[in-house]
């Protein structure tokens, strides 16, 4: 199993990013997918889900209304659209993949989002 993650960067308060995660090593449009983050000095936590259909999806409060959650099965893809960004959104973003007892058993290498005017 690889999730291969893309995207990312500095970007201003306000602006948009689009983080990208190629799955590869299992049948992607079985799973659940998530994307997690951690900020500077603090723990991990959950920013969305996407069910494996894609027709579902769940957000944290912190980013609902801002950010998108989709996938390509197709591609084997996962996508994260953040626009709307704001300072508090600066993190270590990681793509993960959700396990058959609802764990994340595998994760993404991790992408730095910065948000800074």
């Known amino acids: 199993v690889q999730l291969v993650q893309s995207g990312g960067g500095l970007v201003q308060p306000g602006g948009s990013l689009r983080l990208s995660c190629a799955a590869s090593g299992f049948t992607f449009s079985m799973y659940y997918m998530s994307w997690v983050r951690q900020a500077p000095g603090k723990g991990l936590e959950w920013v969305s889900d996407i069910n494996s259909g894609g027709g579902s999806t769940f957000y944290a409060d912190s980013v609902k209304g801002r950010f998108t959650i989709s996938r390509d099965n197709a591609k084997n893809t996962l996508y994260l659209q953040m626009n709307s960004l704001k300072s508090e959104d600066t993190a270590l973003y990681y793509c993960?993949?959700?396990?058959?007892?609802?764990?994340?058993?595998?994760w993404g290498q991790g992408t730095q989002v910065t948000v800074s005017s």
């Open positions: 993960a993949r959700r396990g058959v007892t609802d764990e994340h058993d595998y």
